[in-house]
């Protein structure tokens, strides 16, 4: 049981939302005025994080932390991840595998500021809290952890509201368009308000509801051709200019938001056990996860395809529950690498109004033959089929002749 008075030095996973906003003068109040310290992870929020120093000291923390964590988040995260084809029920889990990377600073910083505690503002319905707080047991696992949503009174986003404007604590969002929303250089998520209903539409076209893109009705009448380059299933350049992979997203990023590609509805199973709807912007992962995959379709080998497909389900079912930091994700991440080891070459995508086109891909690794799968003249023998089917049949052959013999 967590002892409130032995607290006197929390870190704080600070975004500048709604939650964390208010968490700061609660843990004051509620916690002898502990001292806080916020920690932003940097990972793509882009202007969320204009402002937020200042707003941090004047709401009560005694320092803010801004860390850019934006090229680890890639290359040991998102790129893995997406060499696995992990989904999870479709969502290119964009929340998901941020958590452990910002959850994995915050600890270290704690270990360094002599913190008591690390506090977060994950709900009690959530993942986030599973995430968060998997992450903080696998670097510090005696740190006592504060997830006041699990402590205080209030019950709803309104009541937050309330909290704030009684403390005049600044929002950037009104009663009104109180979604919850998460954003990185990967993703935008939104819940609440009227998604809420399964039954009711997004408002894609509603101004200011998509931030990362348009919808396909807005999306330009005239279709883009893009090319992308994989080495080992790492991307490594668009139209031919070699790039990061972070570099790449944001790219990618550009050209399926403009072309409304990347959104995505759905009512998941969330891992504390309720369904939750939720929309997503996803528009330069869409077209990363399908150039992959079509990639893969000539560099694969039957056997090692299925099964790693098999692989994906598991893969992403540990990054959504935020089993990140365990031997499993470790060892399957070891068995992806191993099947990219052929996975270079190059895919050309046609996008248009929020679809993507397959239009050619080239690999020097390809196991396609045209020679062998030309329906004109080849050196195949097809007599030799007969001999495969015979065996292959011989199982449901048997069957049907016992059962004649047995007057089925």
């Known amino acids: 049981m ?20 208010i968490i700061i003068p609660w843990l004051k109040e509620n ?5 806080v310290i916020a ?7 882009g202007t969320e994080l204009d402002g937020l120093e200042e707003k941090a000291i004047k709401t009560g923390a005694s320092k803010l932390y801004i860390e850019d964590l934006t090229n680890e988040f890639v290359d040991d995260f998102i790129v893995p991840t997406m060499k696995a084809g992990a989904k999870y029920e479709g969502y290119l889990l964009g ?21 008591d505690a690390i506090c977060h503002g994950c709900t009690g319905k959530g993942n986030d809290q599973v995430r968060f707080e998997l992450t903080i047991k696998a670097f510090a696992p005696k740190m006592a952890i504060i997830a006041p949503w699990r402590e205080w009174d209030l019950k709803s986003r309104d009541d937050e509201i309330d909290y704030a404007e009684a403390r005049n604590i600044p929002l950037k969002i009104s ?20 998604l809420e209903d399964p039954g009711n539409e ?22 883009e051709y893009v090319e992308i380059e994989f080495e080992k299933g790492v991307p490594c350049a668009v139209n031919g200019k070699k790039m990061s992979a972070k570099d790449v997203i944001y790219k990618l990023n550009e050209l399926g938001g403009k072309h409304g590609i990347g959104l995505f509805d759905c009512v998941e199973n969330r891992l504390v056990g309720m369904k939750s709807r939720g929309v997503y912007e996803t528009p330069g992962g869409t077209i990363l996860y399908h150039a992959h995959d079509v990639l893969e ?8 395809s299925h099964y790693k497909s098999q692989v994906a389900i598991k893969f992403a079912e540990l990054v959504y529950n935020g089993q990140w930091y365990t031997p499993l994700r470790d060892a399957l991440s070891a068995f992806v690498d191993e099947t990219q080891k052929t996975v270079t070459g190059k895919v050309r ?54 059962d004649e013999k047995r007057g089925k």
Not at 2 to 21: F, H, M, P, W
Not at 175 to 194: F, M
Request: hydrophobic share 35%; glycine share 8%.
């Open 175 to 194: 009663r009104e368009t109180n979604y919850s929303k998460d954003k990185n250089l990967w993703h935008l998520s939104h819940e609440g308000l009227e």
């Open 39 to 45: 920690v932003s992870g940097d990972v793509g929020q």
């Open 349 to 402: 995508l046609k996008l248009y109004k929020g679809n993507i086109i397959n239009a050619g891909v080239w690999s020097e690794y390809s196991l396609y033959s045209e020679e062998l799968a030309s329906f004109g003249e080849s050196d195949y023998d097809q007599k030799e089929s007969e001999g495969f089917i015979n065996l292959f049949g011989l199982p449901v052959k048997v069957k049907a002749l016992l």
């Open 31 to 35: 916690y002898n005025n502990c001292e």
């Open 202 to 223: 997004p408002l894609y076209n509603k101004e200011g509801f998509l931030e990362l893109g348009v919808s396909p009705e807005q999306a330009p009448d005239i279709a």
């Open 2 to 21: 967590l002892n409130k008075n032995e607290i006197k030095k929390v870190v704080l996973a600070y975004s500048g939302g709604l939650d964390t906003s």
């Open 297 to 304: 379709t000539i560099c694969l080998d039957k056997e090692t």
């Open 95 to 115: 929340t998901s595998f941020a958590r452990p990377v910002i959850a994995k600073r915050i600890v270290e910083i704690a270990l360094k500021e002599g913190a």
